[in-house]
């Protein structure tokens, strides 16, 4: 599997339990992304890291969403207290490099649903 | 906030026709990718474009700075080609996506 791996694939959680997606990416990519994608709607970025570094968070939307990297490969994505509106599909995806022009690879996404 | 808008948001083609899908973008952007999204999420990335015209296979895409507009073309469209088709510009550090083109093609 050379691909970006995302698990679990699926996960219902009842509203205020925590959550945590985890996100493999491809080895030796600098460049990782975490995107929100609501259903009918195009993705929407939530944070970046830069090895082990987060250097964009603005779009988190509450501060119930943390993101880390520690080792600057594994990522993970938490949910405290899960809110219905929470209900989405999380992707990450990762790139080689940190450059503007570097291409990037797609995990399936974790579909989360809020009860 | 629609940083990124695309045209159509749904298309029906029959199998051969010349497909196109338009996006325009209001920020400043570094790059301009195409993506597209099979059902049940998987994305991959088509195209990476920051200035001129990028060909691969059936599929061919343009960007227009100065007018901050980007096309992708799909000629001899197949069944296959069934998916959405997402447009998405980097600006520092972030990326924004259109809400996709889901194109339909009947054989």
């Known amino acids: 599997g050379a691909g970006v791996s995302q698990s679990p694939r699926y996960k219902v959680a009842k509203r205020g339990q925590d959550v945590a997606l985890r996100c493999d990416p491809i080895s030796g990519h600098v460049s990782l992304f975490w995107y929100q994608q609501a259903l009918g709607q195009g993705p929407e970025f939530l944070t970046y890291?830069?090895?082990?570094?987060?250097?964009?968070k603005s779009g988190l939307p509450s501060d119930r969403f943390f993101a880390e990297r520690p080792e600057g490969s594994v990522s993970t994505l938490k949910i405290q207290r899960t809110q219905q509106e929470d209900s989405a599909v999380y992707l990450c995806?990762?790139?080689?490099?940190?450059?503007?022009?570097?291409?990037?690879?797609f995990g399936p996404g974790t579909r989360l649903t809020v009860l | 906030k629609n940083e990124v808008e695309q045209s159509p948001q749904n298309l029906t083609a029959q199998e051969g026709e010349f497909i196109t899908i338009n996006c325009s973008y209001s920020?400043?952007?570094?790059?301009l990718h195409w993506l597209q999204q099979h059902p049940g999420g998987g994305i991959v990335s088509l195209f990476m474009?920051?200035?001129g015209k990028k060909k691969h296979g059936r599929l061919i895409a343009t960007i227009n700075i100065q007018e901050k507009h980007s096309s992708l073309h799909i000629t001899a469209s197949h069944p296959r080609d069934s998916a959405v088709y997402i447009c998405a510009v980097r600006t520092g550090n972030q990326f924004y996506f259109g809400t996709g083109t889901s194109l339909t093609v009947i054989p």
């Open positions: 920020v400043g952007i570094s790059a």
């Open positions: 995806a990762s790139s080689l490099a940190s450059g503007n022009y570097n291409e990037q690879f």
């Open positions: 474009l920051s200035s």
């Open positions: 890291f830069q090895n082990e570094a987060q250097l964009d």
